[in-house]
């Protein structure tokens, strides 16, 4: 089943995820979370059982702990219901008939905050018919997915802060940024793509 929400008739995501509850679902898709009273239903509802699928407006994946935090979720409720979080930004992809091969540049690194080497094979943006002039056919996404595990959930439990949650996550997987030089290398995007998307990055 899928529901509208509508604020003039009083059908607000957190009414209308209670109404959704009361039919005893596995599977819970919530469109965004952004109100307290919305997070706490959302919350309450994974603890009893239920998978909620939810996203929020934040910098990064561990951004949605401190976010929810923020909206006055309390850790010891937060801390046991979080199975996992991914962090999306899409970049356009470059035109496989006309990109070049270059070599990254001191600039380039600097754009990047450093975590790209001068010097580094990389490739760049030209424009032809295939793309329209663009240098650019088509879209892709970076990803920062995080796991969490009992350490991630013990460290929410404990008020561990947004830095030290992201030292933890990082010792599993990369960051969006790393992701995103790893795609450039690969000749599938643009330094500028990259540093345009995780500029905000936490």
């Not at 005893?24 to 059982?49: H, K, L, W, Y």
């Not at 702990?65 to 930004?89: C, F, H, K, N, S």
């Not at 013990?154 to 992701?179: F, K, N, Q, V, Y």
Request: proline content about 2%.
């Amino acid at each position: 089943a899928q529901t509208q929400v509508n604020a003039k008739t009083g059908m607000t995501f957190a009414r209308g995820l209670r109404a959704i509850l009361r039919q005893d679902p596995d599977v819970i898709m919530v469109g965004e979370i952004r109100d307290q009273e919305t997070a706490e239903v959302a919350v309450r509802s994974s603890m009893t059982g239920h998978f909620v699928l939810s996203t929020l407006h934040t910098n990064s994946a561990i951004g949605s702990i401190t976010r929810l935090i923020d909206m006055g979720v309390e850790r010891y409720l937060l801390a046991p219901m979080v199975v996992g979080l991914i962090a999306q930004r899409l970049v356009r992809r470059l035109c496989e008939h006309c990109r070049w091969q270059d070599r990254a540049t001191e600039a380039d690194s600097i754009l990047l905050g450093k975590a790209l080497k001068p010097g580094k094979k990389i490739w760049r943006a030209r424009g032809c018919d295939e793309c329209h002039g663009e240098g650019y056919k088509g879209r892709m996404a970076l990803y920062e997915v995080v796991a969490a595990d009992d350490e991630v959930r013990r460290m929410i439990h404990d008020g561990a802060s947004e830095a030290e949650l992201t030292a933890a996550a990082r010792r599993e997987g990369p960051s969006l940024l790393e992701d995103g030089i790893d795609k450039l290398r690969a000749g599938l995007t643009t330094v500028e793509e990259v540093a345009r998307v995780v500029q905000d990055e936490g």
